[in-house]
């Protein structure tokens, strides 16, 4: 089984990393092969809706996201994990999935587990509108939805690497991880 993982974070090695990585974990223990796609250290332009794309599905730009179509059709399960840019998901994981539109006459991810992680300051930063974003973009690609412990995983933090002093979150990011498991039985 094949787990990819994404990070929606330009920053690298952010809370939203440290939160993917406690989530893939427990799937690498199991066995399954992770791919880990982080924006931080990747180009994905935005779209341009020239549509170029729908009578082939090939998309006219080329850049990073060329890995991410061929991870689409290799992987069983998808987790992305995003910081909360201005109450929503940044513009680099946003640019990822109105990128996948050039692939969705293939439905690359129909039927596949996703889950979602996202971090942001403050208890009202926006986390429940980026895992909305996240979960719109699953369900519109045919995917199925895997929840944490309640729904996706949420967290607070202001500065760089706070998560790591949050063992209860990271635990949650486990969960999820284990969900996908159970789900995926």
């Given amino acids: 089984m094949h787990v990819l993982g994404i990070c929606g974070s330009p920053r690298p090695g952010g809370n939203a990393q440290l939160l993917l990585d406690a989530a893939l974990a427990p799937l690498r223990e199991?066995?399954?092969?992770?791919?880990?796609?982080?924006?931080?250290?990747?180009?994905?332009?935005?779209?341009?809706?020239?549509?170029?794309?729908?009578?082939?599905?090939?998309?006219?730009?080329?850049?990073?996201?060329?890995?991410?179509?061929e991870a689409y059709a290799a992987c069983d399960a998808v987790i992305i994990a995003a910081p909360v840019y201005w109450r929503t998901v940044p513009a680099q994981l946003k640019a990822v999935m109105d990128r996948t539109f050039a692939?969705?006459?293939?439905?690359?991810?129909?039927?596949?587990?996703?889950?979602?992680?996202?971090?942001?300051?403050?208890?009202?930063?926006g986390q429940a509108i980026t895992l909305n974003t996240i979960y719109t973009f699953y369900l519109s690609c045919g995917m199925l939805c895997v929840?944490?412990?309640?729904?996706?995983?949420?967290?607070?933090?202001?500065?760089?690497?706070?998560?790591?002093?949050?063992?209860?979150?990271l635990e949650q990011a486990a969960c999820l991880g284990r969900n996908i498991l159970a789900y995926a039985r």
Wanted: proline content about 7%.
């Fill in 147 to 169: 929840p944490g412990e309640l729904n996706g995983v949420t967290a607070v933090a202001d500065a760089p690497g706070d998560i790591a002093n949050q063992p209860d979150r």
């Fill in 30 to 69: 199991a066995g399954w092969r992770a791919t880990e796609f982080l924006l931080s250290e990747k180009t994905v332009l935005p779209c341009t809706g020239c549509e170029r794309c729908i009578p082939g599905g090939v998309c006219a730009l080329h850049d990073d996201m060329a890995q991410l179509y």
């Fill in 103 to 125: 692939v969705q006459r293939r439905r690359p991810l129909r039927g596949k587990l996703g889950g979602a992680l996202c971090v942001g300051r403050g208890t009202g930063g």
